[in-house]
């Protein structure tokens, strides 16, 4: 009887958790779950696709000639390839369909399902992390939640995120129980992950990289490590003949990305204040640039004041910084007031006789300079090296949180539209197969998102929080939509 208690009691938590995720679902997408098979969210564009593509793979079996020769875009061949092919929702959509659901019944089930799991996914990841359901509450609903997400209402393949925190999951726990079954939950959840969409089949692999290189670069680490590659790698095969034929036909069609197209779709710096107009609380238009919806909330921001602030307080004052990070952190304040002062007082420069000593026309290089410099510094502090060196949780996801930001602003940076550094890092990823072909760099955003609270230290009370993601859906976001060629292609 007490076994049976005890094990009711660590149910309930997830039962409770789980019906105030579906309830706010359904107020954030009121009243879509009142006519699942009559409208569609947000619009007819993507949304309409996106169902099409959905129904077409459950009529036909993926990877075969037939399934990439879908039915558009006649006579050319491998028209699947002009899009997603959104495999990861099949086992949602597919046996709707084939129990007699229509195509948009499908749609709206599998999006609608794709905020109470998210919120699900990093509760769990959260309550492995801390032990405490209160901050994973807190994770769930900023990431399941996040505004990020209500301005990709139309691209159901980004708001499907759920499988990156259940992979995340999956490693940490195979790094302390050493048990199989969370290698299992780490491929499952990546393989999926990569085929619900393109974006994150090439963006989470660089957090899973950070990932491995923070907790599992050592020797004592070795074996753990090449567990977790090798399970990786297995997992990654059934995408091969997917990437082998997008490969093949977008090369016979010469489909190319432009380098300025992709820096278009990089986020401004000051788009980390702009949100979806369709939010209700958080309108800030100065900013706004399509795909450039990068607020994450007043929550998750405040949450990682007081995250920082804490790290602050714990800090000895009495200790004197190394001599080292003194000379790196004068050297980047430095260059900074230069950068800054090439956009207070214009151009300038220092000759002497006729030779040019200094010259500041724009902030990119000194800017640049000093963020290197600033970089430099922190590695040099001597608790972060000690972070470093125990593995420690929280200071990898903000570190990563940082780095997932700053891809998010494209190959070159720009602050209201005028360049800040000479090279981001996300020009270095576009060097490696597949990056250069994907134009949205601001996607990163969700993985940013996920890092927020994916290592938030013991917390000693949670009485209060409050849903700054949260809106309601007006009727006029949910568009009545009629498909006679999906239904008879059904009967």
Not at 304 to 328: M, N, Y
Request: proline share 7%.
């Amino acid at each position: 009887m007490d076994n049976k208690s005890g094990r009711w009691r660590r149910i309930v938590p997830w039962l409770i958790a789980a019906l105030c995720y579906v309830t706010f679902a359904i107020i954030q997408t009121w009243p879509l779950v009142s006519h699942l098979s009559e409208v569609l969210p947000n619009d007819l564009g993507d949304p309409v696709l996106n169902t099409w593509i959905i129904w077409w793979d459950a009529h036909a079996v993926p990877f075969t000639t037939r399934w990439w020769n879908a039915p558009i875009f006649y006579p050319s061949e491998g028209a699947l390839a002009f899009s997603e092919v959104l495999l990861g929702l099949t086992p949602i959509t597919t046996p709707i369909q084939w129990l007699g659901g229509s195509p948009v019944t499908a749609y709206n089930v599998a999006f609608f399902l794709t905020f109470p799991l998210s919120a699900l996914a990093a509760h769990a990841l959260v309550y492995r992390l801390t032990g405490r359901h209160d901050a994973g509450a807190i994770a769930g609903l900023v990431y399941g939640f996040a505004p990020f997400r209500i301005a990709h209402f139309p691209q159901i393949q980004v708001m499907t995120s759920y499988w990156m925190p259940l992979a995340l999951l999956g490693l940490h726990e195979y790094v302390r129980s050493k048990k199989s079954r969370w290698l299992i939950l780490f491929g499952v959840s990546w393989l999926m992950q990569a085929l619900s969409n393109g974006y994150y089949l090439l963006f989470f692999p660089v957090l899973i990289g950070l990932w491995i290189a923070w907790f599992l670069l050592s020797r004592a680490t070795l074996r753990t490590a090449a567990a977790v590659i090798a399970t990786w790698v297995v997992a990654s095969l059934p995408l091969v003949p997917l990437l082998w034929s997008y490969r093949r036909i977008h090369a016979g069609f010469g489909f190319t990305r432009d380098a300025g197209e992709i820096g278009n779709f990089g986020a401004d710096v000051m788009s980390l204040l702009d949100a979806s107009p369709l939010l209700k609380f958080w309108r800030l238009d100065a900013f706004h640039q399509a795909e450039g919806e990068l607020f994450p909330g007043f929550t998750a921001a405040l949450l990682v004041l007081v995250f920082f602030g804490a790290w602050l307080r714990k800090s000895d004052r009495t200790a004197r910084p190394p001599r080292v990070t003194i000379l790196l952190l004068t050297a980047s304040a430095a260059m900074i007031a230069v950068a800054l002062s090439a956009v207070v007082f214009g151009p300038w420069a220092i000759t002497i006789g006729k030779t040019t000593v200094v010259s500041v026309k724009v902030i990119t290089k000194p800017f640049s300079i000093g963020l290197l410099l600033l970089a430099m510094a922190v590695m040099t502090i001597p608790r972060i090296a000690a972070a470093f060196h125990r593995r420690s949780v929280l200071m990898f996801y903000v570190l990563a949180m940082g780095l997932m930001y700053l891809l998010c602003f494209g190959p070159q940076p720009h602050v209201l539209g005028m360049p800040l550094l000479v090279r981001g890092p996300y020009s270095l990823l576009m060097q490696l197969p597949g990056y250069a072909s994907i134009r949205v760099p601001a996607r990163f955003a969700m993985l940013a998102a996920l890092t927020v609270f994916g290592g938030p230290p013991k917390l000693k009370a949670c009485n209060s929080f409050s849903l700054s993601g949260l809106r309601l859906m007006p009727q006029r976001n949910c568009r009545r939509v009629t498909l006679p060629g999906l239904a008879g292609s059904m009967n």
